[in-house]
Every structure is written in C-alpha cells, then in structure tokens.
C-alpha cells in the first residue's frame, strides 16, 4: 500500500472510531487531535471518510472553537443576507448571545456576553435595567451563589465576580483578570442601543419557576425565555427539547441546539413565527 493511501486508509479508520464512539463532553484534546487531522489534498478522497467526518462533526463531537468557526467562516452566509436588524443589543444570563453575534459576525453590543448571571440576580437586572446599567462595575473575591461555589470546586480555576448596585453578580467566566472584565464590560456598554433590545433567558443553574413569572411581566417587546420542559401557558418560553430529561438547558455554545426550535433570523428581524416547535406557547 503507498503511503498515500495508506494515510487515507488510516485516516478513514481514525474517523469511523470515533463516530461510533460513545457521546462524551468534548476537551481540548479532542479539538487539538481534530486540528491535526487535515484531510488529504488528494481528490481521491473516499466519500465515505467526509459523510462520517460531517456526521462526526454534527455529533458534537469536535470541540466548538473549531467546529462553530468553521460553520460560522463558510456557511452562514445565508442567514446573514437575511438579517435586515444588525445594531440589536442582546441582553442576555449566559454565553448564548455571544454565539449569535458571532454567527452574524457582528460586533458585540452587549456588555452581558460571555459572562453568567444567575436567575434571581438576573431577574433584578432586568427589573431595573437602566438603573443597574449606570451603575460602576465593583468587584468581589467571594459570591453567595453555591453552584459558583461547586464550580470553582470542580475546577479549582478563579474568575472574576463583578457586582452592580451591591446586589447583583455578573460572573466573568471566560476572564481572568478584574482589569480584563472592567474593559470589556465598559466597552461593551458604550455600543448598547437600548432602543433595539432583545432580551434572553436561560432555566440554568439555581433557576426556579417562579422566575418566569416575572420575566413576562417584563415590558420587553422582544423577550424569550429557554427551558427544558414545556410551558404551555407561557407566550415567550422556547421549548428545547433535546434537555427534556435534563435538569435544565445547559449553558454552552457548543452545540447550539436552541437553533433547532428558535428562528433566529425571524425573531431579530421582528417578524413572526419565529418559534420552530409549534407546540411552545400553543
């Protein structure tokens, strides 16, 4: 066998291996070993090794840096021509709105990207906008959050933990200094257009129903809320339904399976329709 083919016939078991592997959380590992895994500049490339690289590739099982740059770089062309509203400002409790930005590739607008915030502070947030958006940015070495508590048990790995107006956190998870998160966040607030807001939310951790309840009362026009079981009664409550035996809708961009029941073109656009899985809001 050439070496050649015999790279391809290699490469052709490497990938097959791990489409039929068992579904785990992806790693940096993963996504370093699919980095180095170029395909070969041969035309003779056996189509089967492309179908089970896109079937691996839509399983989830390369890491998201790659995997959503890729998309994002080559494919969503589409849906960006379709965008007419591109200075919206997404204020939002968790990483989602930072890959919709980037899916457009549109410059953040938000100071809320890339952070966390959990439900009750969130709530309160979104109470009194305004107010807590004029509000300096303050620091603080502890929270009184305890799944923050489990997290930094988990992967014994600091962040820093802004607070406004003394009693909301906004948890800078992807920073690491107190003067990188300032900068962000001032820069960011400087672009929010407070006229063309579209506000998020996410049933992640320490959520509890009575949260939502509040939220549509909330005098947002442009509001929607993810959740891992159905809310009928709820108007703004986009079912995902692939965490329905999940304790929440898991705050990652990994996968971007909220796009699979939300028309993200339609919905920033203000048009209607917008909820994919029609049996939300029924």
């Known amino acids: 066998m050439c070496v050649s083919k015999l790279h391809q016939h290699k490469l052709r078991v ?108 969130y709530l309160r947030f979104l109470e009194k906008l305004d107010w807590y958006l004029n509000q300096p940015l303050t620091f603080k070495t502890e929270t009184h959050h305890p799944m923050a508590h489990k997290h930094y048990e988990a992967t014994k790995r600091r962040y820093p933990i802004g607070v406004l107006g003394s009693d909301v956190e906004i948890h800078f998870m992807h920073y690491r200094t107190e003067q990188q998160a300032q900068e962000k966040w001032t820069n960011r607030l400087k ?46 409550t986009v079912f995902v339904e692939d965490y329905a035996c999940e304790v929440h809708v898991y705050d990652s961009t990994r996968n971007r399976r909220y796009e699979k029941y939300l028309d993200l073109v339609k919905w920033l656009n203000g048009e209607e329709g917008f909820i994919k899985n029609r049996k939300v809001g029924s």
């Open 191 to 236: 672009r929010v257009n407070r006229g063309n807001l579209f506000v998020m939310f996410s049933d992640g951790e320490e959520y509890h129903d009575d949260l939502l309840e509040r939220f549509e009362r909330l005098p947002f026009e442009h509001k929607i809320f993810f959740s891992s079981k159905p809310c009928p009664k709820s108007s703004c």
């Open 14 to 121: 490497a990938i097959i291996k791990r489409h039929h592997a068992p579904t785990r959380q992806p790693n940096r590992c993963n996504l370093l070993k699919w980095r180095n895994e170029r395909l070969p500049s041969s035309d003779s490339v056996n189509s089967v090794d492309v179908k089970a690289y896109i079937k691996a590739f839509y399983a989830d099982k390369i890491e998201s840096p790659l995997k959503w740059n890729l998309i994002d770089r080559y494919f969503s062309w589409i849906p960006r021509s379709k965008l007419r509203n591109r200075d919206f400002s997404i204020i939002g409790n968790n990483c989602f709105a930072g890959g919709i930005y980037h899916k457009f590739g549109l410059q953040y607008r938000t100071p809320t990207v890339w952070t966390y915030i959990f439900p009750d502070d």
